[in-house]
Nanobody, 126 residues
Framework: VQLVESGGGLVQAGGSLRLSCAAS????????IGWFRQAPGKEREGVSC????????YYVDSVKGRFTISSDNAKSTVYLQMDSLKPEDTAVYYC????????????????????WGKGARVTVSS
């Protein structure tokens, strides 16, 4: 499995960015993709995830109403649209995948990710 993030950058507070995660190499079509972030000096935080086969989504409270996760299954790409960005959103954002999601439930679970991308840096200036 390979995950490649793109779309990070520098933006002013209140602005928008869209992150992309191009996924490949899955054995089954039913998997979950999640976005995590890690700010300097802080622990990694699960931000959002999506289940490929049914579109189920999850968001951490701090991004609800501002971030939108979506999937283009034809392109095997997951997007994280980030609007109304705040300086506290500054972090390295990682795309992750749960390749075994097909074995259980119909949701996505942030703690089950078993593949990771290299990350994309997002900096929000005040």
């Amino acid at each position: 499995v390979q995950l490649v993030e793109s779309g990070g950058g520098l933006v002013q507070a209140g602005g928008s960015l869209r992150l992309s995660c191009a996924a490949s190499g899955f054995t089954f079509d039913d998997y979950a993709i999640g976005w995590f972030r890690q700010a300097p000096g802080k622990e990694r935080e699960g931000v959002s995830c999506i289940r490929r086969n049914n579109g189920y989504t999850y968001y951490v409270d701090s991004v609800k109403g501002r971030f939108t996760i979506s999937s283009d299954n034809a392109k095997s790409t997951v997007y994280l649209q980030m609007d109304s960005l705040k300086p506290e959103d500054t972090a390295v954002y990682y795309c992750a995948a749960d390749s075994m999601a097909w074995k259980y439930a119909t949701t996505c679970t942030m703690g089950n990710m078993n593949y990771w991308g290299k990350g994309a840096r997002v900096t929000v200036s005040s």
